[in-house]
């Protein structure tokens, strides 16, 4: 491999100073942003070259030296020398597992592969970029603390790590005031770089780390070469997690409140592994890794990696069976199926959903007529601060249907029909700004959907249904000047429908008690496939009565097998569901199959549970025992699930639970059962 392709590139643009027009206080406001995963592909000087990464397992030796010169010997193994090791390697995994990531051709990672010591070697992959109220929507009222905000003490002493694109750490959510020294355990650092001191840490953001090694020099250009932030994404996450509280927040006006972290008492460690500005950050497989591995060495108590699609899950795995929480994010790429990403067993993956807030806006037609739609729109005027004019129905807004209409300075109807609006609505707004249009009327299927307007930039866009959109559209043949008019002020829009409703209860119902709805085209009744075990009550988890436990060493013959099948695998690997997980699945139900599981009593030591079941349609379910008595002796039982079909139908996932309960707690798991005749489509053709 060719020498000193890697190397530093600074960034020519200076940090940003108090006072320029984007060096702003930045809190946290739960506008979703994720990373989506896609190939990544590295100009090198010769373009045979790609970053692989070689997963090694568990340490071999305690001391991290002693680890590094291990993976230089495998490798040397393969590239005749360890000069040429020492120039392939980028970054060496030594702290909590073993691996590294080096610059190889095909032929020597399949080289590689067949060594005996190595379980995997797999390219590295690149990541790409794609509120104030949430926490009281779940039931964690700073204001009147709930038993388990009291019991954290807020997150005191936690420490947090956030591997993103960096931090902004000027922002008032990461103000250290009130905070006590930086904890002794800590073993991090702060890694000084671009527009960034060691000044920059402090008792909030108490370590830094940067990884630039392997990421496109074009995102470097563009980005500080140290923790610092030029993304937002990472400052944005990193307050949600754990932000200090910063009161009399909004968003131009829109939804006042205090913001704060779900652990606002936590301390925060930097690990920026993606890089550049906008949707055209990056990151790679191999810098997440490296971050993980730091953060391992750290002490750090949990891991939050809103990144999608994390493929190399070994690391979250071996920081799980270190003792360290790891959560990922489930993607932004719904609402469709099967796009749900890091879907690992060891981490825990949070989704998005609604919440108890609505920003109602009225279209106020010439006739005086109101209509109300939903806009983050904070305005009355547009942009060029004159007022709007005739509306125009311009279709879906492709180029065809604006195709000799004049919009011009004029409010556009769009109406996505059975398009996605996060496909469509891009496209519909970019063409109407061009054509001159000063206001876009969105209509899709439902107007909760509001992240498709975070393009908008002042220009006023507003959601609203397909049925007002009818009313709109029938009204355009007469039309008169519209006004959209933002109502700023709580709940005084409609009230039957307060904009704030909470609802604390963990179920499987929305904040109303009706079924929660998938936003998917159609919009159906979700199931587990769509919302896993329902909307989550922190205050109900920290006190659950029981546990569906167990032992991170478990997952070791389920991982390993997973990305290395072998013969024993398949003598000896039971079907999953057997791990013991809070959910069952059975993708394959023909014969009667029975599933165990295992509950820790963590509540009162003398109680008695009761089964009861919901049966997935066409299945026939038994629990046994039914019952489950407890005491000081008997903590732990484990049970078993019998499923039986009641048809012979190659058949979809059908879906019911299993509930737990005694008089004070009701503990409650999702079943997903396919009934299934041949293994192949075809078989059954």
């Keep these: ?7 530093d590139s600074h960034s020519e643009q200076p ?12 809190v946290a406001l739960t506008l979703v942003v994720e990373y989506h995963l896609v190939d990544a592909t590295f100009l090198m000087l010769e373009a045979s070259y790609r970053l692989y990464i070689a997963y090694l397992g568990d340490r071999k030796h305690a001391r991290p030296d002693d680890v590094v010169a291990s993976h230089h010997d495998t490798l040397s193994s393969v590239l005749g020398s360890k000069d040429e090791s020492l120039s392939s390697i980028i970054y060496n995994y030594k702290h909590g597992f073993s691996g590294f990531a080096a610059m190889l051709t095909a032929e020597q990672a399949e080289q590689l592969a067949e060594l005996p010591e190595v379980i995997s070697v797999q390219r590295s992959r690149r990541y790409r970029t794609a509120t104030t109220r949430s926490w009281d929507f779940l ?10 905000l009291r019991r954290s003490n807020h997150g005191q002493e936690i420490i947090i790590g956030i591997i993103d694109t960096g931090i902004w750490p000027e922002s008032r959510s990461f103000s250290d005031e009130g905070y006590g020294p930086v904890p002794a355990r800590w073993k991090g650092v702060c890694q000084v770089g671009e527009g960034w001191g060691s000044n920059n840490c402090s008792r909030k953001i108490i370590g830094a780390r940067f990884y630039h090694a392997g990421v496109d020099e074009d995102d470097l250009k563009i980005d500080y070469l140290s923790p610092r932030d030029a993304n937002g994404h990472g400052t944005h996450t990193a307050s949600t997690a754990a932000g200090s509280v910063v009161e009399a927040v909004s968003f131009h006006g829109l939804a006042a409140g205090t913001a704060r972290g779900f652990s606002p008492r936590a301390r925060i460690a930097v690990y920026k592994s993606v890089w550049g500005r906008g949707g055209a950050g990056s990151g790679n497989s191999a810098t997440v890794l490296a971050a993980i591995d730091d953060a391992m060495h750290d002490g750090v108590d949990v891991l939050s990696l809103s990144l999608e699609v994390q493929e190399n899950s070994f690391g979250a795995l071996h920081a799980v069976q270190k003792g360290i929480t790891v959560v990922y994010a489930a993607g932004n790429s719904g609402p469709v199926p099967q796009v749900v990403g890091n879907t690992a067993p060891w981490v825990i993956t949070v989704a998005a959903s609604k919440i108890d807030r609505s920003f109602p806006t009225v279209i106020t037609l010439g006739d005086k007529t109101q209509i109300v739609g939903q806009s983050m729109y904070s305005e009355g005027k547009n942009s060029s601060g004159s007022t709007f004019k005739l509306l125009v129905d311009g279709g879906l807004c492709t180029d065809n249907d604006l195709n000799g209409t004049d919009i011009k300075g004029r409010v556009v109807l769009c109406t996505s029909l059975g398009i996605p609006p996060l496909m469509l609505f891009p496209v519909a707004l970019k ?7 000063s206001g876009l009327i969105f209509a899709q299927y439902t107007t909760d959907i509001l992240d498709v307007t975070k393009n908008c930039n002042g220009t006023a866009c507003v959601l609203v249904d397909l049925d007002t959109a009818q009313l709109i559209s029938s009204y355009i043949s007469g039309t008169r000047n519209s006004i959209p008019q933002p109502l700023n002020r709580s709940c005084d829009f409609l009230q039957s429908y307060p904009c704030f409703i909470l609802h604390t209860e963990a179920s499987v119902t929305d904040e109303r008690g009706m079924p929660i709805l998938a936003e998917g085209v159609p919009r159906k009744i979700a199931d587990p496939f769509d919302y896993g075990s329902g909307n989550i009550n922190p205050n109900r988890a920290a006190d659950p009565g029981l546990i569906y436990d167990i032992d991170p060493t478990d997952y070791n013959k389920f991982f390993a097998c997973t990305i290395k099948t072998s013969a024993s695998c398949n003598a000896t690997m039971l079907p999953r569901y057997h791990l013991n997980l809070p959910s069952i699945a059975v993708p394959d139900l023909r014969d009667p199959t029975t599933v165990s599981r295992t509950v820790r009593n963590v509540g009162e030591v003398n109680a008695v549970y009761h089964a009861e079941i919901q049966c997935p349609p066409g299945v026939k ?3 046994e025992p039914s019952v489950l008595v407890f005491d000081a002796a008997n903590k732990v039982h484990t049970f078993k699930v019998s499923f039986s079909p009641l048809w012979k139908l190659q058949g979809d996932y059908t879906f019911g639970s299993l509930t737990w309960h005694n008089d004070n707690k009701s503990v409650r798991i999702p079943i997903a059962v396919q009934i299934t005749i041949q293994d192949f489509y075809a078989d059954v053709a």
């Design 1 to 7: 491999m060719p020498n000193g392709y890697w190397h």
């Design 15 to 26: 940090p940003l100073a108090i006072g320029h027009p984007h060096y702003q206080e930045q």
């Design 139 to 148: 039931g964690l009222d700073y204001q009147k603390p709930s038993e388990l």
């Design 431 to 437: 063409n109407v700004l061009d054509a001159g249009g």
């Design 621 to 623: 379910m038994v629990v």
